[in-house]
T-cell receptor
Framework: GQNIDQPTEMTATEGAIVQINCTYQTSGFNGLFWYQQHAGEAPTFLSYNVLDGLEEKGRFSSFLSRSKGYSYLLLKELQMKDSASYLC??????????WGAGTKLIIKP | GAVVSQHPSRVICKSGTSVKIECRSLDFQATTMFWYRQFPKQSLMLMAT?????????EQGVEKDKFLINHASLTLSTLTVTSAHPEDSSFYICSATGTSGYNEQFFGPGTRLTVL
């Protein structure tokens, strides 16, 4: 079956750095997405990786290793507004998005 | 950027009534639209995928007669929850695939449905 694993919850301090991991086992791979979702709101796009390596976009970076079925989202200089759930999703061979359960990130002052 | 709207944002209805939710792509033509349901503290659950002018493809376990999807144009899809019951109370989110090369999904703001 298809499976995406990410931690349920993480806590970090304002101004610090946090890494949210995601491992996946899917039938085929056409890219991996990270989305941010604040409580009661729809997800918003953060990043897309299809090739191995690190993609940097401001305070957020996303890494992919296809051979390991592994990705991480790195958030730097954490701000209180970064408190949200972070969803990892993989586009499988049928171009269907397989969603992880999300990681709730709690930022403390 | 690509914008998707959803209406209504919140709806409260009595058990047994039907509720229609609209999803519109405002500045692009959406060849494919998706309907998700999300229960509290859970991830998104894909309900169905719809392409303009054709019947929706429903995920296993989703009743097509209860959740009617119409994708009449490249900018509008509707989800009708028929004979709603309290267990249908959830956050319903639509998304649309835009024209970017990697099938990025643009999400609507979601509709909070509460069935009394």
């Amino acid at each position: 079956g298809q499976n995406i694993d990410q931690p349920t919850e993480m806590t970090a301090t304002e101004g610090a750095i946090v890494q949210i991991n995601c491992t996946y086992q899917t039938s085929g791979f056409n890219g991996l997405f990270w989305y941010q979702q604040h409580a009661g709101e729809a997800p918003t796009f953060l990043s897309y990786n299809v090739l191995d390596g690190l993609e940097e976009k401001g305070r957020f970076s996303s890494f992919l290793s296809r051979s390991k079925g592994y990705s991480y989202l790195l958030l730097k200089e954490l701000q209180m507004k970064d408190s949200a759930s972070y969803l990892c999703a993989v586009l499988d061979s049928n171009y269907q998005l397989i969603w992880g359960a999300g990681t709730k990130l709690i930022i403390k002052p | 950027g690509a914008v998707v709207s959803q209406h209504p944002s919140r709806v409260i209805c009595k058990s047994g009534t039907s509720v229609k939710i609209e999803c519109r792509s405002l500045d692009f033509q959406a060849t494919t639209m998706f309907w998700y349901r999300q229960f509290p503290k859970q991830s998104l659950m894909l309900m169905a995928t719809s392409n303009e002018g054709s019947k929706a493809t429903y995920e296993q376990g989703v009743e097509k007669d209860k959740f009617l999807i119409n994708h009449a144009s490249l900018t509008l899809s509707t989800l009708t929850v028929t004979s709603a019951h309290p267990e249908d109370s959830s956050f319903y989110i639509c998304s649309a695939t835009g024209t970017s090369g990697y099938n990025e999904q643009f999400f609507g703001p979601g509709t909070r449905l509460t069935v009394l």
